[in-house]
């Protein structure tokens, strides 16, 4: 049975780092995207940044985009995400998600659909 598990999240002022890990057990991804959703209070979830498969290639959401680097450790099935110059709106309950898929569209990687395991979540609280 597939399992994802978040860790790292927790409560730090603004401007400082969090580094997110996921770890996944009972299947491998190596040759599948792996993604970092979030979703605040009251919010959709939304995407943040994913690594293709074998880590290849990454996106981010705007938002973030030279703050966040999203990176995996293929040899443990571990997904880390480093979070930099954190801000007040990046609170959120952080998931990690993994595909079972290897053929996904570089233009579909955004969308919740196309992942198929998630983990339960670690809450990031950016606050003074």
């Known amino acids: 049975q597939v399992q994802l598990v978040e860790s790292g999240g927790g409560l730090v002022p603004p401007g400082e780092s969090l580094t997110l890990s996921c770890a996944s057990s009972?299947?491998?991804?190596?040759?599948?995207?792996m993604a970092w959703f979030r979703q605040a209070p009251g919010k959709e979830r939304e995407f943040v940044a994913v690594s293709s498969r074998r880590g290849g290639t990454t996106y981010y959401t705007h938002s973030v985009k030279g703050r966040f680097i999203v990176s995996r450790d293929n040899g443990k099935d571990t997904l880390l995400l480093q979070m930099n110059s954190l801000k007040a709106e990046d609170t959120a309950v952080y998931y990690c998600?993994?595909?079972?898929?290897?053929?996904?569209?570089?233009?579909?990687?955004?969308?919740?659909?196309?992942?198929?395991?998630w983990g339960r979540g670690t809450q990031v609280t950016v606050s003074s």
């Open positions: 998600a993994a595909s079972g898929r290897t053929n996904i569209l570089d233009s579909l990687l955004s969308s919740r659909s196309n992942y198929d395991y």
């Open positions: 009972g299947g491998t991804f190596r040759h599948s995207p």
